[in-house]
Structures are given as structure tokens and as C-alpha cells.
């Protein structure tokens, strides 16, 4: 019987399209080809004030109806409280859940609508699932690094130590005037406290947020992970096991145009052509590839593909830094059409992330495509890696490490073939979808 699904996330396509909107919108229009009635609810993140505070539109993108509003960022007294509890979304929310009377909602990010939305489909009765795209639920950064750059098992001392992490002058005022007692104090209370811009208020909106965070994740009927590690480090931090299904992405091999039939002809003697697909960040550890690659000498290119405005102050000095090197291009990023012709031009997908990722797209979308990776020994990343067979592992944050690796393909002409020929069989989206409806049926 067709199911009227609605998918909730924090921002979607045409102008969000990093993997989480990619994966949503497969996943949504595979449901619609079976013949659900599917829409996405999702927020236009737009900062700027403009009138009106509150605005709601519904439009259609390729063919999947969506309802997309936007909401004045600083519209209460605690713009950092908003991130994770928004009490206004969350009574729009709910009329829109009673007009539409969904069967079932999954939610894949709620970052500015607010873990709030889950108390709303718990009073309706509507079954929930949540979709741990990556560690936002303990993180107000949401990548799990410290600002100093280092790792971060979660939230330190219960949350307090957020504080120290996110606001280092606030977190000494706290400690110089003596006000850590009734911060901790708030930490307890069974509702958030007041939201406000005194320091105790601004402390407590760090130090409640995991608590927060957590008791509305376990307003959701199932929890999904998409790899092991995910899975694990939620449990490590208090978070029940048993309400956690692991079930991996799956690739959808139309994406991959001529490749899902296989790679063309590699001609002997060509250059070691190296890829970076996504954003260029300081997290994503692009600048360790560069580094990387001006270290090997020898016959390779390497391709990155991404926006240079989107972290700009990262972004722009690094592709400056790179044009000494011509092997080097900053390319534009593609559409989700041009997958296929994007890993047709590469030999080897390098994924040098400086955080925790959770299980990149891009990494299975490469063994599905026949390309090799070369990631940072991390992760949901590591789970998908068997070192040396066929694909590698360096070590964190060390460009000589993955230098190394680079080298070995450029110095030996019979690895990437090994590498190819040992991939192994990924998933596909079929096969993806008929374990989301099997889920959704389990929770009726």
C-alpha cells in the first residue's frame, strides 16, 4: 500500500547539494517511482532579516514537491539556542503535520528547524525515524573537532566543556566570576532554561545542549546509522544501542552513466590523474593534498573539484598557494548528472578529511565507478577500507604520509589495476530503499 512520507532536512537542492540533500533526493524520488506520496520539508537557511520573519513557499524540484521556508536566524533572544530548539518551527511545524497527515516522517538533519520537531510528530503519534547523517546531535560544531583542530569524543563533562570550545572568553568569565554552580545547575533542570545574553544564560545553552539533544532523539520511533563507527561513538556517549538500525547507503548506478558498464581503457604510460571531490574546507584537509602532491615528483594532475566561496578564507589562499604547481587544477564542482564524466577523469579519489566522516558518498560512488581512494585512517571511511588491497589509509594530518601513498601509484604502473580489479561490490539504491520501506513497515 503507498505511504504518504514526508523527509524533513535542513537545506536542500537546487542550491544545497553537498551529499546529505544529494542522498535525500535519491532516496525521496526512488520512494515516488514506487509510487508513494512523497514531499521534503526543509528550511532555506538565509540569514539575512528581511520581512517577512516567517516565510513559507511550496515549489517542485525535478519533479518532488517541496515545501521550503525561511525564518530570521536571530529571531529570539539566543541565536545559538535556535540551532537546536526552535519553538516557532516547531508550531509551523505541527499545522503542516496535521494538514498533511503523513504515515511516517525521517527526518535527516534538523541543524536551525530544531530537535524540538520530533516532540511534535511524538504528540501526533506519527512514526519518526532519524537519520544520523553525521554527529550534530552531539556537537554543536557538528564535526566532533575542537577549535584548536584536535578530535573530540563528545561532548566534554556532560556538555559543560562546550563552553571552553565554542566561546573560550566566556567560558573565563564563567570561572572568573564564579558562576560555574549555577550553570551546572541549569544542566539539570528537566527544560532547557531561559534563553538570554547574560553569560550564565549563553553558558547554559552549551552545557544543556547534548541533554537536550538527546532526550528529543529518543522521542523517534528508530534511529538509522550508516556505518558501525557512527553507531559507536553515539552509544559511547549514552545513546541506546538497540534503538539504532546500521544500514548503509547505496549508490544509484544511473549516476554513473557509461561507467556502471565499466572504465575505459586506461592508456599504458598515462599520467596518474588524482581527484577531490567536495567542499574545500580546512576540515576536509585539501590543503594536505596540495601539500601532498607538490611532494611527488613525476607524470600525475591532480583535479579539485569544488567551490572556492564557500570558505573563502580558506579557500582562495590555498588555490593561490597551488598555481605554482600546473599539475594542479581548482575546478568547478559538477551536477549530479556529471558524476560518471567526473570519475571518468580520474585514476585515484583522494578523501583527506581532517574529521570523523561518517560514510562519504563519494567514496562508495567511486567504487561503484571503478576509482580507487586514498583516505585518512578515520572513521565510517576506514570501515569501508581494506588497507593495501584496494584502496589506502594514511595517517592523520600527515602530508608526507599520503605523499607517499600518491608516489607508490605514480612508481608502480600495475597497482591501480590491482587496486581496480580488487573493489569490492557496492550496494545500490534499490537495494537501499527496499531496507528504508521494510523499517518504515516495521514501525506501523
Excluded at 512523497?38 to 517577512?52: G, Q
Excluded at 530570521?72 to 545559538?80: A, N, Y
Excluded at 570523523?356 to 585518512?376: D, H, K, Q, S
Excluded at 604520509?401 to 600518491?406: E, M, Q, T, V
Amino acid at each position: 500500500m503507498p505511504l504518504r512520507i514526508t523527509y524533513v532536512v535542513h537545506q536542500f537542492l537546487p542550491k544545497y547539494f553537498t551529499g546529505t540533500e544529494q542522498y535525500v533526493f535519491a532516496v525521496a524520488k526512488a520512494m515516488q517511482q514506487r509510487g508513494h506520496d512523497v514531499e521534503v520539508y526543509c528550511l532555506d537557511p538565509d540569514f539575512a532579516e528581511r520581512e517577512p520573519f516567517y516565510e513559507e513557499n511550496r515549489e517542485v524540484v525535478e519533479g518532488l514537491p517541496v515545501v521550503r521556508f525561511r525564518h530570521w536566524m536571530h529571531l529570539g533572544r539566543d541565536f545559538q539556542r535556535l540551532e537546536y530548539h526552535h519553538p516557532y518551527v516547531g508550531l509551523r511545524f505541527s499545522d503542516y503535520l496535521k494538514a498533511r497527515q503523513p504515515d511516517v516522517v525521517h527526518a535527516f538533519h534538523l541543524r536551525h528547524l530544531g530537535a524540538n520537531l520530533l516532540s511534535e510528530t511524538a504528540a501526533l503519534g506519527i512514526p519518526t525515524v532519524v537519520h544520523l547523517m553525521d554527529f550534530w546531535f552531539l556537537c554543536p560544531r557538528v564535526v566532533l573537532m575542537r577549535g584548536d583542530g584536535s578530535l573530540c569524543e563528545g561532548p566534554p563533562d556532560e556538555g559543560y566543556g562546550c563552553i571552553e570550545c565554542m566561546v573560550p572568553p566566556l567560558a573565563k568569565r564563567i570561572a572568573d566570576d564564579g558562576l560555574e554552580a549555577e550553570v551546572r545547575a541549569n544542566m539539570q533542570r528537566p527544560s532547557p532554561s531561559t534563553p538570554g545574553k547574560t553569560p550564565i544564560a549563553r553558558a547554559s545553552t552549551f552545557a544543556e545542549r547534548p541533554r537536550y539533544l538527546r532526550d528529543q532523539w529518543l522521542r523517534a520511533s528508530r534511529v538509522v546509522a550508516p556505518s558501525r563507527f557512527l553507531r559507536d561513538i553515539f552509544v559511547r556517549n549514552g545513546y541506546p544501542t538497540e534503538r539504532i538500525d546500521v544500514i548503509g547507503y547505496g549508490v544509484d548506478r544511473a549516476r554513473l552513466g557509461s561507467l556502471a558498464n565499466g572504465r575505459p581503457t586506461r592508456p599504458d604510460g598515462a599520467p596518474l590523474r588524482v581527484g577531490f571531490f567536495g567542499s574545500i574546507a580546512e576540515h576536509k584537509g585539501v590543503d594536505l593534498l596540495v601539500d601532498a602532491v607538490m611532494q611527488v615528483p613525476g607524470d600525475l594532475t591532480l583535479s579539485i573539484f569544488g567551490r572556492t566561496t564557500d570558505f573563502a578564507e580558506f579557500a582562495q589562499p590555498l588555490a593561490e598557494r597551488a598555481s605554482g604547481d600546473p599539475r594542479i587544477a581548482f575546478r568547478e564542482p559538477f551536477p549530479r548528472e556529471k558524476l560518471g564524466d567526473a570519475l571518468t577523469e580520474i585514476d585515484v579519489l583522494v578523501v583527506p578529511s581532517r574529521w570523523y566522516e561518517n560514510t562519504p558518498f563519494v567514496v562508495l560512488e567511486a567504487f561503484a565507478g571503478g576509482v580507487p581512494v586514498i583516505a585518512t585512517d578515520l572513521g565510517g571511511t576506514a570501515e569501508l577500507i581494506e588497507d593495501g588491497v584496494w584502496s589506502d589509509l594514511f595517517a592523520r594530518g600527515d602530508a608526507a604520509s599520503l605523499a607517499a601513498k600518491i608516489r607508490a601509484f605514480v612508481d608502480d604502473s600495475s597497482q591501480l589495476a590491482r587496486y581496480r580489479n580488487a573493489l569490492p561490490p557496492i550496494k545500490t539504491l534499490d537495494a537501499n530503499i527496499d531496507e528504508m520501506l521494510a523499517l518504515y513497515e516495521s514501525l506501523s
